[in-house]
Nanobody, 121 residues
Framework: QVQLMESGGGLVQAGGSLRLSCAASGRTSSRYAMGWFRQAPGREREFVASISSSSGRTRYADSVKGRFTISRDNAENTVYLQMNSLKPEDTAVYFC??????????????WGQGTQVTVSS
């Protein structure tokens, strides 16, 4: 069993930065690929970024490429999402997810509760 806890959300002006963290508990958490999804009001949850468990391979949604960076610290069982050049359209609840590999469709074994990110214009 893996539990995920997000932190780091908040209110920021457009053009600003935030770093989200997702702390994973459980002895086998480092074996999982990790990822971030987001859901804006009235919209479906969408994939943001993911990182594999061992090779560190990363994937990004086109909408965040060049602005967001996902990373992980297996020693700390934590995955990060560095978000730069934030836009109002990035406003959403951001969820951390874990799965057997870093493909979007595989990141569904475990989910966190989410953290709100609000970008003001």
């Amino acid at each position: 069993q893996v539990q995920l806890m997000e932190s780091g959300g908040g209110l920021v002006q457009a053009g600003g930065s935030l770093r989200l963290s997702c702390a994973a508990s459980g002895r086998t958490s480092s074996r999982y690929a990790m990822g971030w999804f987001r859901q804006a009001p009235g919209r479906e949850r969408e994939f943001v970024a993911s990182i594999s468990s061992s090779s560190g391979r990363t994937r990004y949604a086109d909408s965040v490429k060049g602005r967001f960076t996902i990373s992980r610290d297996n020693a700390e069982n934590t995955v990060y999402l560095q978000m730069n050049s934030l836009k109002p359209e990035d406003t959403a609840v951001y969820f951390c997810a874990a799965g057997r590999d870093s493909r979007e469709s595989s990141l569904n074994d475990y989910w966190g509760q989410g953290t709100q990110v609000t970008v003001s214009s």
